[in-house]
């Protein structure tokens, strides 16, 4: 019935995505420690339908939760691109938007959405429960007016964040895994 109408359609799934978020948390810095409480019986984030994820072809929410050192920029890349879309990303705390406190270091990248869209930012160092619970009503709302983006953006863009991604990474440049250049996963 609704395929005669892709807008309501798209209404429809976008209301019961933001209701069903499976996380995958990559515990990168000093965010990561605010995970557990965000997700336990005191914050209880899962009364917003968010989820832990056991792989990323089942996440839907790939949460960045700190520094990225440049080693583990790689795994981050191979992690997204073996989500499906829809697939969003959250990052945690000024490390992620500006460098924050490693903003001079050699081998930590300064801004995270040069390599991987980013959807949300939840700014702080290191942001409270609260600040992300904040992140997920926030993501919840781009979600349902269809503005969550990021996974478009990255395949519309996807020479530019190649080309940034092997400034950095040089030779240990990953191949794509699963990204379907003409249509997404
Ligand atoms: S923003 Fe602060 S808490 Fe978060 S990873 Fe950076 S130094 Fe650690």
Redesign the pocket.
Known sequence: MCTDNPGVWEYIANWARKHSIWVLAYGT???AIELPPTMTSRYDAERFGLRGAATPRQADLLIIS??LATKSLKRVIRTYEQMYDPKYVMA????TING??YWDSYNTIKKLDLYIPVDVYVAG??PRPEAIIQGIISLQKRIEEGKAEGAKKYRENIEWYKKNQREVLGDDFLPDYTWNFEGGI
């Open positions: 810095g000093c965010g700190g520094y945690l705390g000024s490390c924050g406190m160092c290191m």
